[in-house]
């Protein structure tokens, strides 16, 4: 499979999201929508994706009672995205329930669930009585995930390797992307798209390098070139 960039749309309106739409090149197929574009905008923020026949990735993070995430994820399927989030911490039962129900659907969305936020390191699990490491965490939380029916994993690129090698047919989404010039902002492990292709990622999240970018056509270049540079 070839890698796929997609870009996050982390801002928090339609209309700064159809500027930036505006400033990137067609050559992106893939646009993110978060918790807070979805909130301000309901589900009507993926009307202007559809109409330029984008492939959407709707990353709500999913993380309840069986049933209601198996509704969740049948109601953000009728709304046309390629691609959801679960959290494999939401357990075997909401796991297995969210991907029968994803089957169930007449277009059905990949789901890929979340490992471990980004945004987390080693001294936060231990705030959150987590003894294993990230690492461990994210191939017994991937284990988990994949023989529940999920389709892949949301990891960071420094997780990819060992769940490439343990989950070979796997969707493997890495959030946290940086160029080596970039700023990390609150990711605490981050990689370059390199680094997360030769680890085995098959799509690459990326937000405020491209958004924040004085050129954001050329920062989209530059992360494409990077991804192709990966041997």
């Not at 918790?35 to 993926?46: D, K, Q, R, T």
Request: charged residues 25%; neutral net charge; hydrophobic residues 45%.
């Amino acid at each position: 499979m070839k890698p796929a960039l997609i870009v996050a749309l982390d801002v928090s309106a339609a209309r700064e999201m159809e500027e930036v739409l505006s400033r990137l090149p067609d050559t992106i197929e893939w646009y993110k929508v978060g918790l807070e574009l979805f909130c301000a905008e309901g589900p009507s923020i993926l009307d202007p994706l559809k109409k330029r026949k984008k492939k959407i990735f709707l990353d709500l993070k999913l993380h309840d009672i069986p049933r209601t995430v198996a509704n969740a994820v049948k109601t953000a399927a009728s709304h046309g995205v390629n691609l959801m989030t679960v959290h494999a911490i939401g357990g075997r039962a909401m796991l297995e329930a969210a991907a029968e129900a994803a089957r169930e659907c007449p277009n059905p969305p990949k789901l890929v669930a979340v490992t471990t936020l980004t945004s987390l390191s080693q001294d936060d699990f231990i705030d959150l009585g987590i003894t294993r490491s990230v690492s461990d965490q994210a191939l017994a939380l991937g284990k988990l995930a994949i023989s529940s029916g999920i389709d892949g994993l949301v990891t960071s690129a420094h997780e990819a390797g060992v769940l490439r090698r343990n989950f070979p047919e796997a969707l493997l989404v890495t959030p946290g992307i940086r160029m080596p010039d970039g700023e990390i902002g609150d990711q605490k492990r981050v990689a370059t798209p390199a680094f997360a292709v030769q680890q085995g990622a098959t799509h690459l999240v990326v937000g405020r390098p491209i958004l924040q970018a004085k050129d954001p056509a050329a920062a989209a270049d530059a992360i494409f070139a990077d991804i192709k540079s990966a041997p």
